[in-house]
């Protein structure tokens, strides 16, 4: 399995930002698929989480009703659309990928997924 994401960059608060993961190596539909971001000195946090075959789909609460996570699974592209932007969403974006557990829970932290795209940066300034 290999992921790579991209899209991130600089946003003013209460802007928008697209993020892009493209996933090989694995039926993206089937998956766990999932972003997580880490900002400087902290650690890793869920950011949504979904499952195309079951159509489920899973939120942190800081982001909820802002982000849309989605998936492409004929182009096998995992997507983050990110709106009214706090600064506090500044951090490094990672998607990630696991083979499911469970038939409607998505995985929601970082120790269960073992496959990883780079970050992509995402600043937010006020």
């Known amino acids: 399995v290999q992921l790579q994401a991209y899209g991130g960059g600089s946003a003013q608060a209460g802007g928008s930002l697209r993020l892009s993961c493209a996933a090989s190596?694995?039926?993206?539909?089937?998956?766990?698929m999932a972003w997580f971001r880490q900002a400087p000195g902290k650690g890793r946090e869920f950011v949504a989480a979904?499952?195309?075959?079951?159509?489920?789909?899973a939120y942190s609460d800081s982001v909820k009703g802002r982000f849309t996570i989605s998936g492409d699974n004929a182009k096998n592209f995992l997507y983050l659309e990110m709106g009214a932007l706090k600064p506090e969403d500044t951090a490094l974006y990672y998607c990630?990928?696991?083979?499911?557990?469970?038939?409607?829970?998505?995985?929601?932290?970082?120790?269960?997924?073992?496959?990883w795209g780079q970050g992509t940066q995402v600043t937010v300034s006020s």
């Open positions: 190596g694995l039926d993206l539909k089937y998956y766990d």
């Open positions: 990630a990928a696991q083979v499911p557990k469970s038939k409607y829970y998505v995985r929601r932290l970082p120790e269960e997924y073992t496959s």
């Open positions: 979904i499952r195309i075959s079951t159509n489920t789909e």
